[in-house]
């Protein structure tokens, strides 16, 4: 039986963000990529005007409030742990004085949802649970191989929550992998694919 889901009072029953899209063009950048989708325009062009500058201090890894020990043995995060390793701690270190709050805790689709009156949500997940209903794209489709360089059974994507509506129980979500349209999937597949192992349950609200 699923699981109902119950909405906190005055929250909307349909919500849809629109977003500018944009495509990664690499295999590593699926993060950068969702950030440039919730920047304002003048942010956008700046960080787009200095993309490779940005991109060669800030390497994309998979974080939890610091390095996960636990992930040293997972062919997805070998390659990077040990290079990265110093850096990620240090911005978690960090992060309260240039104004970012970080907090280590366990959210439930409720949480999820409810921020959506606020703003988009990035969030990483499996790419292999992911899927959509409008596309048929379902787990790794052609183009999402772009964003996984090896086969493992976890591939870190990460994806943008822009909505949801509850009579469907369907979340809509931007993948950087795709073309600009809007996927959906049920919220019983987000779920699954944002707590899988791997993920930490890594998750960033914005607030537009």
């Not at 500018?20 to 993060?31: E, I, L, P």
């Not at 990620?88 to 280590?104: L, M, P, S, T």
């Not at 600009?180 to 707590?195: G, N, S, Y």
């Amino acid at each position: 039986m699923r699981r109902r889901i119950t909405l906190k009072p005055g929250q909307p029953e349909k919500i849809h963000i629109q977003l500018w899209h944009y495509k990664q063009k690499y295999n590593w950048d699926c993060g950068v990529s969702c950030v440039l989708m919730v920047l304002a325009r003048k942010n956008r062009q700046e960080f787009l005007k200095n993309f490779t500058q940005i991109c060669k201090s800030e390497d994309s890894i998979k974080v939890t409030l610091g390095v996960h020990e636990g992930y040293r043995g997972n062919t997805f995060y070998h390659n990077v742990l040990t290079k990265d390793e110093n850096r990620v701690n240090a911005r978690f270190r960090n992060a309260e004085n240039v104004g970012i709050f970080v907090k280590k805790s366990s959210l439930s689709l409720i949480d999820i949802l409810a921020h959506l009156v606020n703003g988009p949500i990035i969030v990483l997940t499996n790419a292999r649970i992911l899927s959509c209903d409008i596309c048929k794209f379902n787990k790794i489709s052609s183009e999402l191989r772009k964003c996984i360089p090896w086969p493992t059974p976890y591939q870190g994507h990460y994806i943008i929550i822009c909505g949801y509506d509850i009579h469907v129980r369907k979340v809509f979500y931007r993948n950087p992998s795709f073309g600009d349209h809007v996927c959906t999937m049920p919220l019983e597949t987000l779920d699954h694919a944002r707590k899988s192992y791997g993920t930490d349950e890594d998750i960033i609200f914005i607030f537009s």
